[in-house]
């Protein structure tokens, strides 16, 4: 069976390990924790750059640096994974979502200024597949009000907008890097802080809600408890893995691209007569290759698909269920109109096996996916 993702390592991994374990520095923020931070700064041009032991954990610091108050509410997506909207509900907050467009199957912006309430307090975007959301209006629409944005960026890293890494436009970024995500340590994620003054109170938050990093730059001359926190930190085991992988960050991508731009070309015919849709990435969007899918007409016709690839022995995905629809989320949250172009999408969109290593197997997956499709 081809497997829909196999996590790439790049050979260095075990070598950078060995020298974390040689430095004797076993718990966050050693040496490793700092180059993977200055890379993301570096390469991303945030003010400050925070490793956490995922994405979801950096979405919970994000919603701990918003003070928000029980009932009060953030406008997202619901065609998204579950943190998303989770890391705000452990505050209290309410999740109100709002339809996605049908193009980039991203947060349609047009209809953010509807769900605004007297409640709301910020604006959490995803950057589905690693192509962006509509920054300028999205970011507008938050300055009128005195909205915060966050950004999802978990598929994100490495893909601009309007030049802009993604993760930098809004207040706060989160970044993952999950095994099935482009750069991987496993388990992992990153927070990006445009404005130092959240940074600050982000390192704090961090650290289990003390001083501690400001201590160990002399900048306080005690370290104790001043706010409130948690432990959000990976240890150095972990920052030397993702290190290797951040070393190899360009040619992980380009080699991504090489296969999305494998399916890109092959799926313009079947797009052509009509038996799918294929991916839209707007001109003044870079992506990632995060992520290879294809809209089918129906569900009928999607779960047909994927079964007869299966049969032909490759391993393709369907995901989300909309949040709006699922037990938990009708507890926590509430969705603005019906959402149909969510309701359709998360019924039609398929994802493709893309991981490097792929290309070896690439015209069995092509043959299965025509086969499939004819
Ligand atoms: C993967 C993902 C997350 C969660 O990332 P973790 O690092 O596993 O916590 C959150 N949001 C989106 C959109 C994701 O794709």
Redesign the pocket.
């Known amino acids: 069976m081809i497997p829909f993702n196999k996590p790439y390592m790049t050979g260095r991994e075990l070598s950078q390990i060995a020298q974390a374990h040689a430095n004797g520095h076993l718990s966050g923020d050693g040496p490793f924790t700092k180059r993977c931070h200055a890379w993301l700064e570096t390469s991303t041009r945030a003010s400050k750059a925070l490793l956490t032991h995922?994405?979801?954990?950096a979405?919970e610091i994000c919603a701990l640096l918003l003070d928000l108050q029980p009932g009060d509410e953030v406008i997202m997506p619901s065609y998204?994974?579950v943190?998303?909207a989770n890391a705000f509900v452990l505050r209290g907050a309410v999740p109100v979502f709002v339809d996605i467009r049908e193009d980039t199957i991203n947060l349609d912006e047009c209809q953010i200024e509807a769900a605004i309430t007297p409640r709301t307090k910020a604006i959490c975007v995803?950057h589905?597949a690693g192509v962006a959301c509509e920054m300028d209006a999205i970011m507008d629409i938050a300055q009128r009000y005195g909205l915060k944005v966050v950004e999802?960026a978990?598929?994100g890293i490495m893909s601009t907008y309007r030049g802009h890494p993604l993760g930098t436009i809004g207040d706060l970024g989160?970044l993952?890097?999950?095994e099935?995500?482009n750069i991987i340590a496993g388990?992992?994620?990153a927070l990006l802080c445009r404005d130092p003054d959240l940074a600050e109170r982000a390192e704090i938050i961090r650290e289990k809600g003390t001083n501690r990093s400001l201590f160990f730059r002399g900048q306080v001359d005690k370290y104790t408890w001043v706010d409130i926190g948690s432990s959000f930190l990976p240890g150095e085991i972990t920052a030397a893995f993702l290190a290797a992988q951040m070393d190899a960050a360009d040619d992980i991508t380009s080699r991504r691209m090489a296969l999305w731009n494998r399916y890109h070309t092959w799926a313009a015919s079947h797009e052509e007569a009509r038996r799918l849709r294929r991916p839209i990435v707007p001109a003044h969007c870079t992506h990632n290759a995060h992520m290879y899918y294809l809209l089918l007409p129906s569900l009928k016709a999607r779960t047909a698909f994927i079964d007869s690839l299966k049969k032909a022995g490759v391993q393709s995905v369907f995901h989300y269920i909309p949040l709006h629809t699922s037990p938990a989320g009708l507890r926590y949250s509430r969705a603005h109109g019906d959402l149909p172009v969510t309701r359709g999408i998360s019924d039609r969109l398929v994802r493709m096996p893309l991981w490097i290593g792929l290309e070896d197997v690439f015209q069995q997956v092509i043959d299965a996916a025509d086969g499939a499709l004819l």
């Open positions: 995922s994405c979801t954990a979405l998204t994974f943190s998303t995803v589905y999802d978990a598929q989160a993952s890097f999950h099935t995500k388990e992992g994620g």
